[in-house]
């Protein structure tokens, strides 16, 4: 699979498997305005590192955006309307993620994609 990574140049779309495409460099054009969202949504909802159902720390920090987000603590694993540590609604999704995901949705074959 290293061919998949030795280069960052955008290029078509590149089948890896039936349903999974590459879109390699898809997002370049777009990193700016991705990490000024990125710290937007962090700023509002902070990463955090959630609980397992069974009390263990999760490994990877994590925050959400947009109408619902996945949480996780002892009482199980599911979608939020309202951040866990602050009661208030995840902040809205940023632009550029929805368009990102809505083109590359395109490219890879998913016409009509809402992303939430």
């Keep these: 699979m290293r061919e998949l990574f030795d280069s960052i140049e955008?290029?078509?779309?590149?089948?890896?498997?039936?349903?999974?495409?590459?879109?390699?460099?898809?997002?370049?054009?777009?990193?700016?305005?991705?990490?000024?969202?990125?710290?937007?949504?962090?700023?509002?909802?902070?990463?955090?590192?959630?609980?397992?159902?069974?009390?263990l720390r999760m490994a990877v920090a994590m925050t959400n955006c947009g109408a619902l987000g996945w949480v996780s603590d002892r009482g199980g694993y599911r979608y939020a309307a309202l951040d866990p540590l602050s009661a208030r609604p995840w902040p809205n999704m940023p632009a550029a993620f929805g368009r990102l995901a809505a083109e590359a949705a395109a490219h890879a074959g998913f016409e009509n994609f809402q992303p939430d």
């Design 10 to 55: 955008a290029t078509p779309v590149r089948p890896i498997c039936p349903g999974a495409v590459l879109l390699r460099g898809f997002a370049l054009a777009l990193d700016a305005e991705l990490l000024d969202g990125l710290r937007s949504v962090i700023t509002q909802a902070p990463l955090r590192q959630m609980l397992t159902p069974g009390g």
